[in-house]
């Protein structure tokens, strides 16, 4: 092993750190945006480098916003009613776990709806956001699992060391949204939902539960029959 000169980045002290800061180890120098809970509109985004991530992000018109605040509410409300048993220790068929399931379950099903325009639904706006996607692949991050829907997209996501995951969605959003409006021949109104939602993965049995969501995603919304069907998923792209 050669040793460190003066000077010289110390390539082996970084991997160390990445480790530590993968392990869950405190790194006080860390960015907040990297590790951490932050809030961005709605939705609350933990972040933890060396993570794997669930992300889906939307067209701007697929979910109406007083939609979205119904449903809100009725998570804030079963989430108060928890706290409230908590207090006076009373037991209560509901979970902190079950309430946040049920709202992610209620906003996939109102978009496998094909609310909006769907502009995802034409071939020639798909393959943009597929390209954005598979464009950084290996080089700042692994794009695992993915599936690109009429009017959302889904997809599992290791950002590399030193790359930001909001980085990440802002470079895929604004690549496939300039070109989309082009050919759509949209005005200035956005293409994308500014709010993405992002869930850090806690184990290997939790990846396996998103993968299959993800690969499925296309026939639970009945739009083919089999996984592989549906072009614009990795499930049909697999090795391609």
């Known amino acids: 092993m050669q040793p460190h000169r003066l000077g010289e980045p110390n390539r082996g002290l970084e991997r160390a750190r990445y480790q530590l800061r993968a392990s869950g180890a405190k790194d006080h120098s860390a960015n907040p945006l990297r590790s951490g809970i932050h809030t961005r509109g709605y939705l609350p985004h933990v972040k933890r480098e060396g993570a794997s991530y669930f992300v889906t992000f939307r067209l701007a018109d697929s979910l109406p916003g007083e939609v979205l605040l119904g449903f809100e509410r009725e998570k804030a409300e079963r989430l108060r009613r928890l706290a409230d048993f908590a207090r006076r220790r009373e037991p209560i068929a509901d979970s902190e776990e079950e309430i946040k399931r049920d709202f992610s379950r209620k906003v996939e099903r109102y978009l496998d709806r094909g609310t909006g325009a769907c502009h995802l639904r034409r071939a020639d706006i798909a393959v943009l956001a597929v390209d954005a ?22 997809a599992i996501v290791w950002p590399m060391p030193n790359h930001l ?10 690549f496939s949204s300039r070109r989309a409006k082009r050919i759509l021949g949209l005005g200035e109104e956005p293409f994308w939902q500014p709010e993405s939602y992002s869930h850090w993965i806690r184990s290997d049995d939790e990846r396996a539960r998103i993968s299959r969501y993800i690969r499925n995603n296309p026939v639970s919304a009945r739009l083919c029959a089999c996984p592989e069907d549906w072009l614009w998923s990795s499930a049909s792209q697999d090795g391609k």
């Open 165 to 174: 995951l909001s980085d990440i969605l802002k470079s895929w959003k604004q």
């Open 133 to 154: 996607m598979r464009y950084f692949h290996e080089s700042r991050y692994l794009l695992q699992d993915w599936v690109v829907m009429p009017n959302h997209v889904h």
